[in-house]
């Protein structure tokens, strides 16, 4: 199985900063690898695709880049909605794995 | 509007079975991979298994294999998993999705709760 390394496990933010969250995969997924941000009680929200492709209606404040082993999820000048918790996912192969999660919380 | 709902959610002794059904609209059911994910309380996110077009291909996570079956109706847009001898650690909101191209999960229901106690 593909094991998926995220960092950091929770970070403090204000708005307007900028964050970058990190994830490691332990094979290359080529670019087989999704951003989700998922609020408190409620399903996760695909943002990501293809490690940079924005879904439609996503803010063009997250930005995501990456290839092979190591990805990237930035989100610039940070809003009110974007405090939540961010899992990446790669979907190279079966069984499909997620990091562990980042919670991005107020300062 | 693309829409999962998910239901048969509930509390379950342990050993026990559950079918948890998934009922989708919206969008052209048939033509999609289907999945199932779960999170455990205060956990990440778990890929459970997932289902191709016209129930050609399953996969499992080992967490669940041999204890699990997933299966769609695709006349009524529906998606199902049955789960056999529940454990403790089976405790989670479980979500359908509609799996996309390469992978992705795209539309998600919003989620039911299955307590396995005793």
């Known amino acids: 199985d593909i094991q998926m390394t995220q960092s950091p496990f929770s970070l403090s933010a204000s708005v307007g900063d900028t964050v970058t969250i990190s994830c490691r995969t332990s094979q290359s997924v080529s670019n087989y690898l999704n951003w989700y941000q998922q609020k408190p009680g409620k399903a996760p929200n695909l943002l990501i695709s293809?490690?940079?492709s924005l879904q439609s209606g996503v803010p063009s404040r997250f930005i995501g880049s990456g290839s092979g082993t190591d990805f990237s999820l930035t989100i610039s000048s940070l809003q009110p909605e974007d405090f939540a918790t961010y899992y990446c996912?790669?979907?190279?192969?079966?069984?499909?794995?997620f990091g562990g999660g980042t919670k991005i919380e107020i300062k | 509007q693309e829409l999962l709902v998910e239901s048969g959610g509930g509390l379950v002794k342990p050993g026990g079975s559950l079918r948890l059904s998934c009922a989708a609209s919206g969008f052209s059911f048939s033509e999609y991979y289907m999945a199932w994910l779960r999170q455990a309380p205060g956990k990440g996110l778990e890929w459970l298994s997932d289902i191709s077009s016209a129930s050609t291909y399953t996969n499992f996570a080992h967490s669940i294999l041999g204890r699990s079956t997933i299966s769609r109706d695709d006349a009524e847009k529906s998606l199902y998993l049955q789960m056999n001898s529940l454990r403790v650690e089976d405790t989670a909101v479980y979500y359908c999705?509609?799996?996309?191209?390469?992978?992705?999960?795209?539309?998600w229901g919003p989620g039911v709760l299955v307590t396995v106690s005793s």
């Open positions: 293809a490690a940079s």
């Open positions: 999705a509609r799996e996309g191209v390469a992978g992705r999960f795209d539309v």
């Open positions: 996912q790669q979907s190279f192969n079966v069984p499909f794995t």
